[in-house]
């Protein structure tokens, strides 16, 4: 008998990333898609779409997990709340297991990335993780106690929408807080706070960027702040400083051995990690604050496909 | 043979609570002390010499459990870092069942509250519960996945001291961090809210109490809102909308069933409870935010105990 194999899908808000993968968690046969928008059926087609065309390349496969942006009711599979896909609603394993023929794990892609981390990554052999995924928003991850921990109805580990400032702005993408670490720490907010420094700082290197009539990303503000652009280093350092006090809340409520910051913002890599870990090192309670790890993500943009594989390759008992 | 019965103890900052404990949760032979300060010493001694009480009460007690204000190993029972009894470093459970001949079982008393809540009270048969007590600072407890949640070694569960604002002011107690819900929401903040309260409305209720020389404490402040007094009403509005905004961040990272609000300044009841339910409820992220209740404690100043005391019953498998 051959080794085990499965297919892993990771959804995120722009495109769909998948891979066959094995028990050694080694991929071959990734396929990609972007959406083309449409609507409900366009989205789940697209997914079976990319499915099959990964099935065509390994017929042995033995399930398929998927990570989707949405609240997941593990115990029915069903799709809850989404910002980025019209899944709502959706009875998403049941409907996929019948159009695939073959069984089918689903969960939140953060929390997919979370166990791909915790299995084989940054936080690999932690009982107690968070994880951060700063992108265009941030989504969160939690392992307690050795399992991905989702709360009483999947609602669990928003830990983008932990608040930080009672009278921060309004925060983004469907959520109806203020001052939450999503809307003042994301990758957009380093851009916002990079448009910002830039206005107030013409003679920087990101000033002139602006100048020059560039839009002012959260990349291009990273991008800058490694070629040694000051004004560029201190969003970062305010960014980070920010994460720091997030991470301050789920250090004093969790004692987290681990936190892993990962999505495409933790290109900053040090330059946002070292302020988070001076405020969590100067805001938090010891010891706890003494006990965590906060490091990048091991595994890139891949951890979405890794932990869906994982689900199935662990059919489901994570 | 009789039916098992065990003696709970509760240490706060100020006093000592314990009794005899049934397994139908009934209390019998309480027995009551103040600290008289001293060190180390003394303060084990007045333990010691409470649970003696106790027992010559009920000879056939078959073990104790003790809250302590202080993390603890509950693998080894030693506490660590405590700021009300000089009890950092103490190999607790080890000390006292030398000194007891008995079985002890220790735990932060926060996280004791939290059990008999959980076992018994507001938060019986809830999978997933959090609990903040409102006293001098904040305590928490955690139920997660039906179990006593302590982090990766004994120090979660310091819902005090998650972060409501980034810029707030320093916290107390020990606490190095800033704006934490400790220093915005505990019954101190009360008295603080309350005295600042009654200067800026010296023809209150409040101000009237002020000017005639009370000290404005925690207390006052909520008897004086009971009494209908707008200021005074005003100052718990205050304090509740920031009880959730941390209540918002606990639901959004952990999507609890229930959340629990006990200590002395829950004497507040719905003066607190409804600002603080209206700001969840505008802020907290569907579905979670509708399926969270935010409920008083059903035990007041015994739920210590008896936390305790469940812990002694349990034979430390909480």
Redesign the interface.
């Known amino acids: 008998m051959s080794p085990r194999r499965v297919i892993g899908i990771d959804t995120g808000g722009t495109k769909l990333l998948g891979g066959v993968v094995d028990e050694a968690l080694a991929v071959r046969d990734r396929v990609h898609r972007l959406w083309r928008g449409g609507g409900r059926r366009e989205v789940l087609d697209l997914m079976v779409d990319a499915v099959e065309e990964a099935r065509a390349a390994a017929p042995d496969v033995a399930a398929v997990g998927f990570g989707i942006p949405a609240?997941v009711d593990t115990a029915t599979g069903a799709a809850?709340?989404s910002v980025h896909l019209p899944l709502e609603g959706v009875r998403f394993r049941e409907l996929m297991e019948e159009r695939l023929a073959l069984p089918v794990y689903v969960d939140n892609d953060s929390n997919a990335a979370m166990l791909a981390e915790h299995r084989a990554g940054a936080a690999r052999g932690?009982?107690?993780a968070a994880m951060l995924t700063l992108g265009t928003g941030i989504g969160?991850g939690?392992v307690?106690?050795g399992r991905l921990?989702?709360?009483?109805?999947?609602?669990?580990?928003?830990?983008g929408?932990?608040?930080?400032?009672?009278?921060?702005p309004p925060c983004q993408g469907g959520?109806?807080?203020?001052?939450?670490l999503e809307v003042?720490a994301s990758g957009t907010a380093i851009g916002r706070e990079g448009a910002a420094a830039a206005e107030r700082e013409p003679d920087s290197a990101l000033g002139k960027e602006l100048r020059a009539g560039r839009e002012i990303t959260g990349a291009l503000v990273t991008e800058l702040a490694h070629d040694g652009d000051d004004t560029a280093r201190g969003v970062l350092e305010l960014i980070g400083e920010?994460l720091g006090?997030?991470i301050?809340?789920?250090v004093?409520?969790?004692?987290?051995?681990v936190v892993v910051i990962g999505g495409g913002a933790i290109a900053g890599g040090e330059l946002l990690l070292e302020p988070a870990r001076r405020v969590v090192a100067?805001?938090?309670?010891?010891?706890?604050r003494d006990?965590v790890r906060i490091v990048p993500a091991h595994f890139g943009d891949e951890a979405g496909m890794l932990g869906a594989a994982i689900m199935a390759l662990e059919e489901g008992q994570v």
């Open positions: 609240l809850g709340f932690a009982l107690h969160g939690l307690l106690g921990y989702r709360g009483a109805h999947g609602g669990a580990a928003e830990l929408h932990v608040v930080v400032d009672i009278d921060g959520c109806p807080g203020r001052g939450c003042m920010r006090v997030g301050t809340s789920i004093n409520a969790l004692n987290p051995e100067e805001r938090a309670l010891a010891p706890s006990q």
